[in-house]
């Protein structure tokens, strides 16, 4: 019987690694240990080090296609024939990604601190390098969405291009504090933050997801006391 050749074995370690961090990080966070991650794959810590130096090399390689989903939706944004639309899908849109996967989402908006402090006790990163040029080109493609919005009277004319940061920021609040409780809080927050950005309306949009319970907001308060 033929011999899997070395390179293919190799390969298939690491993308066993890959899908391991993925699956521990999208439901557990980026606190998860490098050592959790290759208990997970089936191999030693070891095997994980000589594929990936870092964490913050385990977490790129667990993450970079769906970083690049960012530039993406931003350019689905800009292809949208109302410009107001294209912001609304750009939210939208990014707050489902981030809201079901946590690793994903601790790694988009704490990206913005410097350092990252998942690869402890290293200098800067090619993961830093990739969030900086992944935010600067969501930006890029969407200042032209921004000032076309405002142009046709439906953004509001003091909002700027990086508020949409601050937007993903508020909407990823809400997926936080929902939880697995609420899962779909953050579309209510997504629909309340997009009608206070409206330049124009005549009425409040229908918000998507009704306003949580006492008993919701109870159960919210108690899993945050008791993780």
Known sequence: MPTQPATSRADALRD???AAAREL???RGLTVTQAQVAARAGTGVA???RRFGTKDDLILGAYRDALALGPETAHQA???ESAWSGLVHFVTASADVLAGDRGLRELVLGGFGAPLGWSRGSGPTELARVLRDTDALVVARLEP????AQADGDLRPDVGVTDVQLVTAMVQAGATLGGPTVPGLH???AGLVLDGLRGRRDGPTPLPVPAM???ELREVTARAAHP
């Open 16 to 18: 066993g690694l890959v």
């Open 47 to 49: 095997s994980l080090y």
């Open 145 to 148: 969405v921004v000032r076309r």
């Open 187 to 189: 579309r209510r927050a």
């Open 213 to 215: 319970t006492v008993q």
């Open 25 to 27: 990080f999208s439901g």
């Open 78 to 80: 800009a292809e949208k």
